[in-house]
């Protein structure tokens, strides 16, 4: 994924969950959308390295985006809205190597009380693919997910699970948004009901 022209700066402070004050490294100050909902642990301290898209379109309110934070030496996307973008580029592209050969892809498809990311056609039947975003460091090359209690992510894993029920294959596919990230693994401190629950859908059929 080729990402726009980006603006380094210096995060400010991050407040009212989806806003971030920027300084911009040419001293202009401003207020970035921050597209994740999420707890954002350990990426949203003041003084961090930052970098910002800006869009042009007249319609919005705050031009800027927040793209990119530096950790370390790596770098994290802090864009939820990037994610699934990313996993559609990589499975038309063959990148996840158990998830090629589908002969069409379908996106958002509405399943139960649901939305699942994609839905694979593949000769031999279909395949439900659910993408979840993973920013949330555990050291040593380990991320998790999630970084905060996700009534949304338990449903997701529900659906999975009956739709493996009824003979249809169903992915639940990790999209690390970290540079440093080997494996993942659930945050059972964080949400222990998710945890469970994907327990339960590992042990139903539902790859991870």
């Known amino acids: 994924m080729k990402l726009p022209k980006l603006y380094e700066g210096r995060l400010l402070r991050r ?4 806003l971030a004050d920027i300084e911009l490294i040419s001293g202009e100050l401003v207020t970035a959308h921050c597209a994740n909902p999420g707890a954002m642990t350990g990426l949203a301290l003041p003084g961090s390295q930052v970098y910002l898209s800006r869009s042009d379109d007249p319609r919005r309110k705050l031009p800027y985006s927040w793209e990119l934070c530096r950790v370390g030496r790596g770098l994290v996307c802090v864009n ?17 190597r158990e998830l090629t ?5 379908r996106r958002e498809v509405t399943v139960g009380e649901s939305r699942i990311d994609f839905r694979l056609e593949f000769p031999e039947g ?6 979840k975003n993973v920013t ?15 009534k949304r992510g338990a449903r997701h894993l529900r659906e999975l699970i009956e739709l493996k029920q009824q003979g249809e294959r169903a992915v639940l596919l990790f999209c690390s948004s970290r ?7 659930p945050a059972r401190d964080i949400d222990p009901v998710y ?3 994907l327990a339960e859908a590992h042990a139903a059929g539902v790859e991870l």
Request: proline share 4%; net charge neutral; charged share 20%.
């Open 15 to 18: 407040y009212k969950r989806f």
């Open 80 to 96: 939820t809205a990037r994610a699934n973008p990313l996993a559609a580029e990589a499975l038309q592209n063959g990148v996840v």
């Open 101 to 105: 050969g589908f002969v069409a892809l």
């Open 126 to 131: 279909r395949c439900w693919v659910e993408v």
């Open 136 to 150: 949330l460091d555990r050291g040593n090359g380990v991320s998790a997910f999630p970084d905060s209690v996700t």
């Open 179 to 185: 540079s440093d990230t080997q494996r993942v693994i």
């Open 195 to 197: 945890a469970e629950a």
